[in-house]
Nanobody, 115 residues
């Protein structure tokens, strides 16, 4: 079955960086567009999207210019490099893939940024 396991979260100070990972299994990772989301107050908001071969990337307005999405298809792993973190970035982060119209989510990893 599809499994997505996020890691790399933690507590950091304002201005610091973190790199999240999402290890995928159970589907054709190298053929799939992958997404990062984070929990907002009433919904999950898109953080970043990357196409299967990394040729196209897209970012949410709140993270544009500070976060960088990447992937390693040989390792079936998705990454999110988060720079200049701010307290407003504090929340839980999830990776997501859509397969045959069905959304699959990991359990998420918590980021807490202190001021």
């Amino acid at each position: 079955q599809v499994q997505l396991v996020e890691s790399g979260g933690g507590l950091v100070k304002s201005g610091e960086s973190l790199k999240l990972s999402c290890k995928a299994s159970g589907f054709a990772f190298g053929l799939s567009t992958m997404m990062w989301y984070r929990q907002a107050r009433y919904r999950r908001e898109m953080v970043a999207e990357i196409s299967s071969r990394s040729s196209a990337k897209r970012y949410g307005d709140a993270t544009q210019g500070r976060f960088v999405v990447s992937r390693d298809n040989d390792e079936s792993t998705l990454y999110l490099q988060m720079n200049n973190l701010q307290p407003k970035d504090t929340t839980r982060y999830y990776c997501q893939v859509i397969i045959d119209g069905i959304e699959h989510w990991g359990q998420g990893t918590q980021i807490t940024v202190s001021s």
